[in-house]
């Protein structure tokens, strides 16, 4: 991963976090996206402190502009872009005669989206590099049957029919796309570092292992990550 540059959507908490601070010790640059700038200043702090670079960039990834925002700051940074992780989500849990229209758009514009705008606004940059690796993180998964999710369960098979499509229009390019399904929300003790609590720490050991160009062959994959008992 040394030299890489990494950007990591809802990098400031949960599996964000950790995939972030994972891809840091493993020698990457990283550009973390988040819409508080506290919390983002810190995360840049802990990647800082591992020896990594870390481009701090304050945005809501559901505003359409703002996946060319990033992308400007990760390319007048570092100068590419090899692996796009969208970790960010939201979601209401409501009976479906519930959720206000307002909370249905908020959904849809941040787990479907910003995976499309992103998506789209670094594949040029990959293509031209002639590689690129973007990994859509999607939960909970479909095991969990998270009663009140139904909008958000939607928004996951848009996600995943997605990645496949997009999966075959970069193969040829060099371009590898993954959906990959984690347990959540996890649950864990207020002062456990969150790349320390199993489902996350995981789930970010995953996307390490999907940075290696030999798994090539496997682009277009929808991936199940499964914790110890």
């Known amino acids: 991963m040394r030299g890489k540059t990494c950007v990591v959507t809802g990098a400031s908490r949960g599996i964000g976090l950790a995939i972030g601070l994972r891809l840091a010790r493993a020698g990457a640059n990283i550009v973390a996206c988040a819409r508080h700038d506290q919390p983002l200043l810190e995360v840049t702090r802990q990647i800082e402190t591992l020896g990594a670079a870390c481009e701090p960039v304050v945005g809501d990834v559901a505003r359409p502009g703002f996946a060319r925002q990033l992308l400007e700051a990760a390319l007048k940074r570092f100068g590419r872009v090899d692996v796009l992780v969208n970790a960010a989500g939201y979601t209401v849990v409501q009976p479906v005669d519930q959720i206000r229209p307002a909370d249905f758009q908020r959904i849809v514009a941040t787990n479907v989206g910003a995976v499309f705008y992103l998506t789209r606004a670094v594949f040029p940059v990959m293509k ?102």
Request: aromatic fraction near 6%; proline fraction near 11%.
């Open 128 to 229: 031209a590099q002639k590689e690129g690796l973007i990994i859509n993180i999607l939960w909970p998964a479909p095991a969990d049957r998270l009663v009140g999710g139904s909008v958000h369960a939607a928004c996951n098979a848009w996600a995943d029919c997605f990645c496949r499509a997009v999966a075959d229009e970069g193969w040829p390019l060099g371009i590898r796309v993954y959906a990959m399904l984690i347990p959540g929300p996890p649950e864990a003790a207020a002062p456990t570092p969150v790349d320390q609590i199993p489902e996350l720490k995981e789930a970010a050991a995953v996307v390490e292992a999907l940075c290696d160009a030999r798994l090539s062959p496997t682009t277009g994959q929808t991936l199940f990550v499964r914790t110890r008992p």
